[in-house]
């Protein structure tokens, strides 16, 4: 069973660094000073937990009145292939788009490309390095009813 939960308290959001720490910083060699930022208090984070066990993190932000942009989705290696991802990513997607912005979109890591396409969204623009990897910026274009 996956469950998501807004962080609430700072015990989980230490959690939700650690994760951060282990995927980005230990396996993907991101400095701390990069992966750390000065969004931290104005992001809203989230906890998913697998089983009961904390699997992944991420959070979206503001970055004008009328864009949100999703950042630092991480899926602990444990439990990848067990749809945390799809999880996490479903549930902060569901949360923004009752903010009705104008624009959601995020930078994704060229080997999770796809897995971002299958949600909805499309890629933007030329491929770009960020933090020594190489991403694509993606913007989120709902299915019309």
Request: hydrophobic share 40%; charged share 25%.
């Amino acid at each position: 069973m996956i469950e998501i939960n807004k962080i609430v308290t700072p015990q989980q959001l230490e959690q939700a660094f650690e994760i951060r720490k282990q995927v980005f910083v230990n396996e993907q060699h991101v400095t701390p000073k990069l992966e750390y930022d000065e969004y931290e208090d104005t992001s809203t984070h989230y906890l998913a937990k697998f089983n009961g066990t904390v699997a992944a993190t991420a959070r979206w932000r503001y970055t004008s009145a009328q864009t949100i942009k999703l950042e630092r989705f991480a899926v602990l290696k444990a439990f990848r292939d067990k749809k945390v991802g799809k999880a996490i990513l479903n549930h902060i997607l569901n949360e923004v788009k009752m903010l009705q912005p104008q624009k959601i979109y995020l930078h994704a890591q060229v080997q999770v490309v796809e897995f971002y396409c299958k949600a909805g969204f499309v890629a933007e623009g030329e491929q770009f390095t960020e933090a020594d990897i190489l991403h694509y910026k993606m913007v989120y274009w709902p299915p019309q009813s």
